[in-house]
């Protein structure tokens, strides 16, 4: 009875271990990876966060401080927070050109992605990792600038655009084993806001239309023209957009217009410059090209975001802001 007894005991104390190293493996309580993105194979959530809405800082470049960034963007929208810790063994690159290829293979483009010190010592700080905090009160994703790897990417849905941000870093906290972490292992935070539609994207603007408004004010704003993130390409979508501008002008052969582009604050302002001449420029070389407007009828300008319509300090604001106008010459 007595080795009955033992052999029964140690089984129940075996499974309690089964259980209690289950459970170390197991995502926190009421976590689940996004829908959109599949997680890095045998990583565990450790930290998750949702809200229905809010404002989330997208970096876009270096950080000089703990308290800036060369660049970044604000974007609003449903925000999903995860914090993973990885397989030991791996490397914060290989984890993120992991995230690189399968938001790739979803058809988001990548914004900024950089790593090591040309991000900056400051950068997690700077970009709000440092608020993440495992208990008591660690903060395991910062200090490890040498280390450390970034990206931002968007692609646009009809819903509304998507932006993701994946940042990885190797363990070096003092505590190096707090929450089953090992030192040197590491944890990776995916952050992924759902932006809203902007509808006034969503609205091709007849020729018609455009006629009005030249003769009642002089000019006409328009936002089914879009393009690449940063870039001058011309996306698809604006093919009617311009299917309209090159009837207005086809139907009107002594209307000359000045293309002006128009982009938002992100940025220095001579960095706008040129990148809204040259998508003035696209606009005008695809109408002469495609369409067969002269070019004497179109005069490309550019003026940065020397003249917007909203504030700048929201995403829907400096939608307003990107766009393209056409003034009568």
């Known amino acids: 009875m007595k080795q009955n007894g033992w052999k029964q005991c140690l089984k129940v104390v075996m499974m309690t271990l089964a259980l209690c190293g289950s459970a170390f493996a197991a995502d926190i309580v009421g976590s689940a990876d996004h829908p959109l993105l599949k997680r890095y194979e045998g990583s565990q959530i450790i930290l998750f966060q949702q809200r229905a809405y809010d404002e989330y800082t997208v970096p876009l470049g270096r950080a000089p401080t703990s308290s800036s960034l060369e660049k970044s963007v604000t974007v609003e929208g449903a925000l999903t927070r995860l914090t993973y810790k990885v397989p030991p063994g791996r490397s914060p690159l290989e984890v993120v050109r992991n995230y690189e290829k399968e938001l790739g293979e979803k058809g988001f483009q990548i914004l900024f992605q950089s790593g090591g010190e040309s991000l900056g010592s400051y950068f997690s700080e700077a970009a709000g990792y440092g608020k993440l905090k495992l208990p008591p009160n660690i903060p395991v994703l910062t200090h490890n600038a040498d280390t450390q790897r970034f990206l931002a990417a968007e692609a646009a849905r009809a819903d509304g655009r998507i932006t993701v941000t994946v940042y990885a870093v190797e363990n070096r906290f003092w505590a190096a084993n707090v929450d089953d972490i090992r030192k040197g292992q590491v944890l990776v935070q995916v952050d992924i806001v759902e932006g809203k539609p902007m509808e006034e994207k969503m609205v091709t603007v007849s020729s018609a239309k455009m006629a009005e408004q030249i003769e009642s004010t002089g000019s006409v704003a328009l936002y089914g023209i879009l393009f690449d993130s940063d870039r001058a390409t011309l996306r698809q979508e604006s093919r009617p957009t311009l299917d309209e501008i090159?009837?207005?002008?086809?139907?009107?052969?002594?209307?000359?217009?000045?293309?002006?582009?128009?982009?938002?604050?992100?940025?220095?302002?001579?960095?706008?410059?040129?990148?809204?001449?040259?998508?003035?420029?696209?606009?005008?070389?695809?109408?002469?090209?495609?369409?067969?407007?002269?070019?004497?009828?179109?005069?490309?300008?550019?003026?940065?975001?020397?003249?917007?319509?909203?504030?700048?300090?929201?995403e829907e604001g400096r939608a307003r802001n990107r766009r393209v106008e056409l003034v009568e010459d």
């Open 246 to 314: 090159a009837k207005l002008l086809k139907g009107e052969p002594k209307l000359k217009l000045l293309v002006v582009g128009h982009t938002d604050n992100v940025g220095s302002f001579s960095y706008n410059m040129d990148l809204s001449r040259q998508r003035a420029e696209a606009v005008a070389a695809e109408l002469s090209g495609r369409y067969g407007i002269a070019t004497s009828r179109l005069h490309p300008v550019g003026v940065s975001y020397a003249s917007p319509v909203a504030s700048n300090r929201s």
